[in-house]
């Protein structure tokens, strides 16, 4: 198995599949480098290089007890790239992670990342004084993790129709089960952390952004709003914004087979083209 030493002492796992020009995927909260399987196996198979992260206090990394903020989870993310010396990565990324990967082109640049994709993303802003009313205040993201503290099971069952919309969506009940699973495997400290971590101001961050950028979101979206998805896109200089119609927060899923495409479709228009001879 793949893991690597963080400079804080923390182990973290990894996997990395294939060989050729790299795609990192970044998990939303909750989940880790198993919501990623399929899509590392199809874009594997096209000639690129998947590697997956499970971020701290999820899946088969540590649970260190410390490090849910921001810029340390954009600092594991950074130092991965680096234990792998990767170049010319795109960064794909669904929810929170969103928040991971502009602050870590904040904090380190862009030398080792090519492009971005971003996933029914976060907000903006869920900081209070500079929120829009579609995002997330402090007393709901409260409300919700005493929920989640108090009884996990319950909320995830009671969550879950609305993350995937199975009866419209076609999502089998086993992979519902197998979702809930996976955050069952989490640390509880580590989603009640990661949860706060998100309410950040990241406009100024989100406007610095210097590569290319694609923004996918559902506007069924009950998690992540779709609004959020429209204002990050028209924050990115270098940004194209797709729009799914009746498309849930889980739509890495729910509408797998048209979001390869379109990733695809961006990994080949914004391709580094080769410098003119002189």
């Given at each position: 198995?793949?893991?690597?030493?963080?400079?804080?002492?923390?182990?973290?796992?990894?996997?990395?599949?294939?060989?050729?020009?790299?795609?990192?995927?970044?998990?939303?909260?909750?989940?880790?480098?198993?919501?990623?399987?399929?899509?590392?196996?199809?874009?594997?198979?096209?000639?690129?290089?998947?590697?997956?992260?499970?971020?701290?206090?999820?899946?088969?990394?540590?649970?260190?007890?410390?490090?849910?903020?921001?810029?340390?989870?954009?600092?594991?993310?950074?130092?991965?790239?680096?234990?792998?010396?990767?170049?010319?990565?795109?960064?794909?990324?669904?929810?929170?992670?969103?928040?991971?990967?502009?602050?870590?082109?904040?904090?380190?640049?862009?030398?080792?990342?090519?492009?971005?994709?971003?996933?029914?993303?976060?907000?903006?802003?869920?900081?209070?004084?500079?929120?829009?009313?579609?995002?997330?205040?402090?007393?709901?993201?409260?409300?919700?993790?005493?929920?989640?503290?108090?009884?996990?099971?319950?909320?995830?069952?009671?969550?879950?129709?609305?993350?995937?919309?199975?009866?419209?969506?076609?999502?089998?009940?086993?992979?519902?089960?197998?979702?809930?699973?996976?955050?069952?495997?989490?640390?509880?400290?580590?989603?009640?952390?990661?949860?706060?971590?998100?309410?950040?101001?990241?406009?100024?961050?989100?406007?610095?952004?210097?590569?290319?950028?694609?923004?996918?979101?559902?506007?069924?979206?009950?998690?992540?709003?779709?609004?959020?998805?429209?204002?990050?896109?028209?924050?990115?200089?270098?940004?194209?914004?797709?729009?799914?119609?009746?498309?849930?927060?889980?739509?890495?899923?729910?509408?797998?087979?048209?979001?390869?495409?379109?990733?695809?479709?961006?990994?080949?228009?914004?391709?580094?083209?080769?410098?003119c001879p002189l």
């Amino acid at each position: 198995m793949s893991h690597f030493a963080t400079t804080d002492r923390t182990t973290l796992f990894y996997r990395d599949w294939g060989h050729g020009q790299p795609i990192v995927f970044l998990a939303s909260w909750a989940l880790d480098s198993r919501a990623w399987d399929r899509h590392m196996l199809h874009f594997n198979a096209l000639g690129y290089r998947c590697i997956a992260l499970d971020r701290r206090g999820h899946g088969r990394s540590d649970d260190p007890g410390r490090g849910y903020q921001l810029d340390r989870l954009a600092d594991d993310v950074a130092e991965l790239l680096e234990y792998l010396d990767l170049h010319e990565a795109t960064l794909v990324t669904h929810s929170m992670a969103s928040g991971e990967a502009t602050r870590y082109l904040a904090r380190h640049g862009s030398a080792r990342v090519a492009r971005a994709v971003f996933l029914a993303p976060v907000a903006p802003s869920y900081a209070e004084g500079s929120r829009t009313s579609w995002s997330m205040d402090e007393s709901t993201t409260e409300a919700v993790l005493a929920a989640i503290r108090d009884d996990l099971p319950r909320w995830l069952a009671d969550n879950a129709d609305g993350f995937f919309l199975p009866a419209e969506t076609h999502t089998s009940p086993e992979f519902v089960q197998h979702t809930i699973d996976i955050i069952r495997d989490a640390s509880l400290q580590a989603l009640v952390e990661c949860f706060r971590a998100k309410r950040d101001d990241q406009r100024a961050e989100l406007a610095a952004i210097d590569v290319p950028l694609l923004v996918i979101h559902g506007d069924r979206d009950v998690s992540e709003p779709v609004e959020q998805g429209r204002a990050i896109a028209t924050l990115v200089p270098h940004s194209r914004y797709v729009e799914y119609a009746g498309a849930p927060h889980g739509l890495y899923h729910t509408h797998f087979e048209r979001l390869v495409e379109d990733i695809g479709v961006f990994l080949r228009e914004t391709e580094l083209q080769p410098a003119c001879p002189l």
